[in-house]
């Protein structure tokens, strides 16, 4: 199992990024899939998931400005990001969760990505 988070940077505030998450081992799309961020000094939050039946949820914080995706060809997990606020820099993880149905449940993911850093300055 490997997850290979790319697409972070550096973006001035209001901008966008798209990362992506690029999944081997195992078909993503038959599992719940999730965006964290952890900034310094902060705990990790769970920012977006989605599971294998489509259903997504997100922080509330990233409403109406984040979107998760999945390519299943690709078997790639993506988060485009738009309206970017300085408090969205932080190291961001994709990560997968076997437990269908438990998405929400960010103790159960047990595979991660090694991160990709989005700072968005002001």
């Known amino acids: 199992v490997q997850l290979v988070e790319s697409g972070g940077g550096w973006v001035q505030a209001g901008g966008s990024l798209r990362l992506s998450c690029a999944v081997s081992?195992?078909?993503?799309?038959?599992?719940?899939m999730g965006w964290f961020r952890q900034a310094p000094g902060k705990e990790r939050e769970a920012v977006a998931s989605?599971?294998?039946?489509?259903?997504?949820s997100y922080v509330n914080s990233v409403k109406g400005r984040f979107t998760i995706s999945q390519d299943n060809a690709k078997n790639t997990l993506y988060m485009q990001m738009n309206s970017l606020k300085t408090e969205d820099t932080a190291m961001y993880y994709c990560?997968?969760?076997?437990?269908?149905?438990?998405?929400?449940?960010?103790?159960?993911?047990?595979?991660w990505g090694q991160g990709t850093q989005v700072t968005v300055s002001s």
């Open positions: 990560a997968t969760n076997p437990r269908r149905g438990l998405c929400s449940r960010p103790n159960l993911y047990n595979d």
């Open positions: 081992g195992f078909t993503a799309s038959a599992y719940c």
């Open positions: 989605m599971d294998s039946d489509g259903t997504i």
